[in-house]
């Protein structure tokens, strides 16, 4: 099939290199345009782009579709069907009906749970067992299309780098195989029930609130992991939490409380002992490595 592909971070690379391999023709790929990144803030141009740029496919970068000119140029592109992998720019009602059938999206949750910008870090919050794929035909409203496929996988213990990974994987299968077969795999409408929204991650919710049952603060360290990162404060500088297990005690410790020369830290419920952490401009290390050099007696309050 004639496809445009669009997308932008490392989530939507393995759907471009499978759409490639299965011998489609992509004859565009639309990415967000380069951003400042690294010690010198220079340009630098998205995964998605470097990887169009690596196959010798054009790369367009507009910073946004909703000029006439910029919907005209996208039909000019005569395409069977629009593939969108987290691309991050809004698609006009112009740029959904070019394709000749339409755009398709690959959305990191079961649908229709989890609509929005960060179903990956939502589910695991939320302490949801599984999590999966949904190929979507788009339409104009925040990921309310009807289904092509879904494709489920359990999240146990995931963190969001090592589940984002995955679905990148599971869904680049999935767009194939629809795109193999569309009348085997026809839009079937969304439920009504079961709508859940994946708000925009927050920064300031990654601070670790040891009020909170242990569980919690599991799902959130996982949540948060590569980045941010969840974090707590102790002696005035900041840690950032990259892995931790719940930790049973039958101490009676206020939360915040470090109850052992392990670091295990007292919740509200249970407690919570991280195992890889990362100082502010240091590596990450294995609390072990820490606590060798810089000891956290119990009884220490974060």
């Given at each position: 099939?004639?496809?445009?592909?669009?997308?932008?971070?490392?989530?939507?690379?393995?759907?471009?290199?499978?759409?490639?391999?299965?011998?489609?023709?992509?004859?565009?790929?639309?990415?967000?345009?380069?951003?400042?990144?690294?010690?010198?803030?220079?340009?630098?141009?998205?995964?998605?782009?470097?990887?169009?740029?690596?196959?010798?496919?054009?790369?367009?970068?507009?910073?946004?579709?909703?000029?006439?000119?910029?919907?005209?140029?996208?039909?000019?592109?005569?395409?069977?069907?629009?593939?969108?992998?987290?691309?991050?720019?809004?698609?006009?009602?112009?740029?959904?009906?070019?394709?000749?059938?339409?755009?398709?999206?690959?959305?990191?949750?079961?649908?229709?749970?989890?609509?929005?910008?960060?179903?990956?870090?939502?589910?695991?919050?939320?302490?949801?067992?599984?999590?999966?794929?949904?190929?979507?035909?788009?339409?104009?409203?925040?990921?309310?299309?009807?289904?092509?496929?879904?494709?489920?996988?359990?999240?146990?213990?995931?963190?969001?780098?090592?589940?984002?990974?995955?679905?990148?994987?599971?869904?680049?299968?999935?767009?194939?195989?629809?795109?193999?077969?569309?009348?085997?795999?026809?839009?079937?409408?969304?439920?009504?029930?079961?709508?859940?929204?994946?708000?925009?991650?927050?920064?300031?919710?990654?601070?670790?609130?040891?009020?909170?049952?242990?569980?919690?603060?599991?799902?959130?360290?996982?949540?948060?992991?590569?980045?941010?990162g969840a974090f707590f404060e102790m002696a005035g500088e900041r840690y950032r939490v990259l892995a931790a297990q719940v930790a049973d005690h039958g101490q009676d410790a206020e939360p915040g409380t470090v109850i052992d020369?392990?670091?295990?830290?007292?919740?509200?419920?249970?407690?919570?002992?991280?195992?890889?952490v990362q100082r502010a401009g240091r590596p990450a290390m294995a609390v072990e490595a820490l606590l060798r050099g810089y000891?956290?007696?119990?009884?220490?309050?974060?």
């Amino acid at each position: 099939m004639r496809l445009v592909f669009m997308g932008t971070p490392d989530f939507a690379v393995p759907t471009l290199h499978a759409l490639i391999a299965a011998g489609h023709e992509v004859v565009a790929v639309y990415s967000q345009p380069p951003r400042p990144a690294g010690r010198g803030h220079k340009l630098q141009p998205s995964p998605v782009h470097r990887a169009a740029q690596a196959a010798g496919i054009a790369v367009l970068t507009p910073a946004s579709l909703k000029s006439a000119e910029e919907q005209a140029a996208f039909a000019a592109h005569r395409a069977d069907v629009a593939v969108v992998a987290a691309y991050g720019l809004i698609l006009p009602r112009a740029v959904l009906d070019a394709p000749g059938h339409g755009c398709l999206n690959v959305h990191g949750s079961i649908l229709p749970r989890w609509r929005g910008a960060a179903p990956v870090q939502r589910a695991i919050l939320a302490g949801d067992e599984a999590t999966g794929v949904t190929i979507m035909q788009m339409e104009a409203g925040l990921d309310t299309g009807p289904m092509r496929l879904i494709v489920r996988t359990p999240v146990a213990g995931k963190t969001t780098g090592e589940l984002t990974a995955e679905l990148a994987e599971l869904g680049a299968r999935a767009m194939v195989a629809v795109l193999s077969d569309m009348a085997a795999h026809p839009p079937v409408p969304q439920p009504d029930d079961g709508v859940t929204y994946a708000a925009k991650i927050d920064k300031a919710e990654s601070r670790l609130d040891f009020a909170r049952p242990a569980p919690m603060l599991e799902r959130q360290v996982r949540a948060f992991a590569p980045a941010p990162g969840a974090f707590f404060e102790m002696a005035g500088e900041r840690y950032r939490v990259l892995a931790a297990q719940v930790a049973d005690h039958g101490q009676d410790a206020e939360p915040g409380t470090v109850i052992d020369d392990r670091l295990t830290i007292a919740c509200g419920s249970g407690a919570l002992r991280p195992t890889l952490v990362q100082r502010a401009g240091r590596p990450a290390m294995a609390v072990e490595a820490l606590l060798r050099g810089y000891p956290v007696p119990a009884g220490t309050r974060i």
